[in-house]
């Protein structure tokens, strides 16, 4: 729904003041489901008896059976529990040695759902309803001061708030939904000033607030005191649920990430002088950015723990399913995890652009089109100086006051020059044909993306501990005693980040040449080439990954780091490298008759040496294989399609007022008969590639060998040949399990 309204303020022969306000609302209730797993009925009474079963001897209740969940005793023993398979939910003086259900599992117990389809263990139909509520505010202002000046004044606000059910991919369970609260308000201020017929200055001045909030559904309650949970002292700002991990479940708990709050201020001034002089069009500009942005990570500050099922296995190894949630009845985690303090960083950068254009018609078939860009990006500054970067020359982490580097540890990119050139030609002196055809350098300014995810928010300004269990003393890491000490790691501590201190801004070189036709009245073919070059893009990897240097003499392989004092390092540096060249045609029909047409169809190949620093979009390889070897990484872009075809149509039906039929319709037969159109697309796409993986204990996602046609011999149901593949064999010669597959 939305309504509108404008007019001169003041009505009279001299209007020189008009305003202009619309709304627009929207409000959205759509139902979501999606099928996963919860635990059974019984076990939520700790009887896990329905999964066991008799072992070789076909006698149910010994040690030969198959499934058998163990009891601990208070020494840390496992042994059958007094009822086999059925952890006591209370004490038992019966059986004083017999470690019971934790009171804290007991009381989150009352938030987890049991299955619900029929005919399943532990099938579960998860349903909710997801609200979304917009709301968009414009007011305008307009003001001519005399006929050579004039100047407008425009407010927009957009606030959007709603609930999701399902906040993530991993979690189902009712009762731990997100609430979302946006806002954004823009205010913008601009003046035309016409000097001459031939000079004209338009100035613009804005302002630019955003804020948003994720927010965990009980975050109302500090679950962790109320469960009597030590350890954790997230605050009122903080609190809600923790996050509560159980191998083969959905996970439950307010997002550990949740409340997200993100603030983004900027302010902007932009002018750009238009002089005209005979046959050239000479513009000449600046656009300066102030850009702040505010935001906290408080991952795991209520507390993160998860379940693996070590603790109630026969045989230690982790298992999920009715293991997993039998280690947590007992309240007794595999890991546990928390943050310590919050406090969000405040981050500030400014950014600058200068630019002329020169518009030359040199003849009346032929424009050319000039110009060059000059752009710089500082880096951003903390407002405390919490910034950190690991620096691979020095082998050490150093913080932003460091006097051998910058505040913000990161040197500017000063060489940012993008000259541009364009031409339109009309070879036969007429509108009918024209080519046209340019090419350019342009910089993506993403430094302020980078310094907040690699430099900001880490340690030792975020201190996050993950504690692990200790075989050989199960009972140690519980509900109980979270955090034990002697137990923990510091996240972060020996696991910077980093980016380079000479930071290199991407370029990207574009170029094309299209030919547009008129084959008929209001009918158009063109058809164009299309290719650019990017360089200095990022791409992330481990730093310090383990590289293989030999096996030792039972075969196993012996890997080393280059930092052996670090765990793996998360850097991302700018040698990142992309080629894309394309054939794009299209046919169009302007409207005519009521009718409109658009049929586009692209040739295109794009090629990179990675395609996202934010982890591959398909074949989910992290980092690349051997970071000794990028150009190993050179392949089809993740997002590649080699053919993409389009079609669309818009046609107004020929009935009501002013149409062929029922032209002097009106009342309810032109409410009801009149303005009706038929809209049509179709979208046809080329499959876009994947990488093959493998993993193993002593390397993860990595590219396996290439030893045949995958497209050959292609099995039953299948859309290539798997038998193509063979995970690489290390020797002592050559101890590399890097495959030659490419990407």
């Not at 979501?32 to 919860?38: G, H, L, N, Y």
């Not at 923790?242 to 983004?264: Q, T, V």
């Not at 102030?290 to 990570?297: K, L, M, S, T």
């Not at 009501?656 to 009149?674: K, T």
């Amino acid at each position: 729904f939305n309504f509108g309204e404008g007019g001169p303020v003041f009505r009279s022969g001299r209007d020189r003041t008009f305003f202009f306000v619309s709304y627009e609302g929207t409000r959205e209730r759509r139902s979501e489901s999606a099928f996963v797993t919860a635990p059974n009925a019984a076990w939520l009474r700790g009887d896990f008896r329905n999964v066991r079963g008799p072992g070789k001897d076909g006698i149910w209740g010994n040690a030969d059976d198959t499934n058998r969940v163990l009891c601990l005793t208070k020494t840390g023993q496992k042994v059958e529990c007094p009822t086999p398979n059925v952890i006591p939910l209370a004490p038992d003086p019966r059986f004083p040695n017999i470690v019971a259900a934790s009171p804290v599992s007991l009381q989150i117990l009352r938030f987890v759902p049991a299955a619900n389809i029929p005919g399943t263990l532990d099938g579960y139909a998860a349903q909710g309803l997801n609200r979304t509520d917009r709301d968009q505010w414009l007011a305008r202002v307009d003001h001519r001061f005399s006929a050579n000046n004039s100047f407008y004044v425009r407010y927009a606000n957009n606030w959007r708030t709603g609930y999701d059910p399902f906040p993530s991919s991993r979690n189902f369970y009712p009762g731990f939904g997100r609430d979302v609260d946006y806002k954004y308000n823009n205010l913008a201020l601009s003046d035309t000033h016409v000097f001459s017929p031939r000079v004209v200055n338009e100035a613009r001045f804005g302002f630019y607030f955003q804020k948003n909030q994720n927010l965990g559904q009980n975050r109302a309650i500090d679950y962790a005191a109320l469960f009597g949970i030590p350890g954790l002292t997230p605050g009122p700002a903080y609190q809600g649920f923790p996050a509560i991990r159980i191998d083969g479940f959905s996970e439950f708990g307010d997002r550990p990430n949740d409340p997200f709050i993100y603030n983004i201020r900027t302010g902007q001034f932009f002018d750009v002088v238009n002089v005209t002089n005979g046959n050239h069009n000479l513009k000449l500009g600046v656009d300066i950015v102030r850009a702040n942005y505010v935001e906290a990570d408080v991952r795991n500050i209520r507390g993160d723990f998860r379940f693996r099922g070590r603790n109630t296995n026969p045989s230690g190894s982790a298992a999920s399913g009715f293991y997993a949630f039998a280690d947590f009845l007992l309240g007794l985690p595999d890991s546990t995890q928390r943050q310590i303090g919050a406090e969000p960083a405040n981050l500030t950068g400014w950014q600058y652009a200068f630019f002329v254009q020169d518009d030359w018609r040199i003849r009346p078939w032929l424009t050319l089109n000039l110009g060059l860009r000059y752009e710089l990006q500082m880096p951003l500054e903390e407002a405390s100086g919490r910034l950190a970067n690991f620096i691979p020359e020095l082998g050490q982490v150093v913080l932003s006051g460091d006097p051998r580097f910058p505040k913000s540890l990161v040197n500017a990119d000063k060489n940012n020059w993008g000259p541009r050139l364009g031409f339109a030609l009309r070879p036969f002196g007429n509108d009918r044909t024209v080519i046209r055809g340019g090419g350019g350098i342009y910089y993506s300014l993403e430094t302020f993306n980078v310094i907040r995810q690699q430099l900001a928010v880490t340690y030792p300004f975020v201190i996050r501990e993950q504690y692990s269990r200790l075989s050989s003393n199960p009972l140690l890491l519980s509900f109980n005693n979270p955090f034990p000490q002697g137990r923990g790691g510091l996240v972060g501590l020996n696991t910077p980040m980093g980016i380079p201190v000479d930071y290199k801004t991407p370029e990207i070189y574009q170029y094309n040449l299209t030919l547009e036709r008129e084959l008929a009245r209001d009918l158009a073919f063109e058809i164009g080439y299309v290719g650019s070059q990017g360089r200095h893009l990022g791409i992330r990897y481990n730093l310090n990954q383990p590289l293989p240097v030999g096996l030792d003499p039972n075969g196993t392989l012996i890997t080393q780091r280059t930092y052996p004092q670090f765990g793996d390092i998360q850097y991302q540096d700018q040698v990142a490298s992309s080629n894309y060249n394309a054939l794009q045609t299209s046919l169009r029909r302007r409207a005519r008759n009521g009718l409109t047409l658009l049929v586009s169809y692209t040739f295109s190949r794009s090629i990179d040496t990675w395609s996202s620093t934010n982890n591959s979009t398909t074949g989910e390889q992290q980092y690349p294989q051997d970071i000794r070897n990028l150009r190993a990484e050179r392949g089809l872009s993740d997002f590649h399609r080699k053919h993409q075809f389009s079609a669309s149509f818009n046609y107004e039906l020929p009935f009501g007022r002013g149409r062929a039929f029922l032209s002097d319709a009106s009342g309810l037969v032109q409410a009801f008969l009149g303005g009706w159109q038929i809209n049509g697309i179709l979208t046809l796409l080329s499959e876009r590639p994947f990488t093959p993986q493998y993993s193993a204990p002593d390397v993860s996602n990595q590219r396996p060998d290439l030893v045949g046609d995958p497209y050959a011999n292609i099995p039953p149901g299948l859309f290539f040949n798997p038998a193509a593949f063979r995970r690489p064999v290390a020797t002592p010669a050559d101890p590399d399990l890097f495959g030659n597959a490419g990407r």
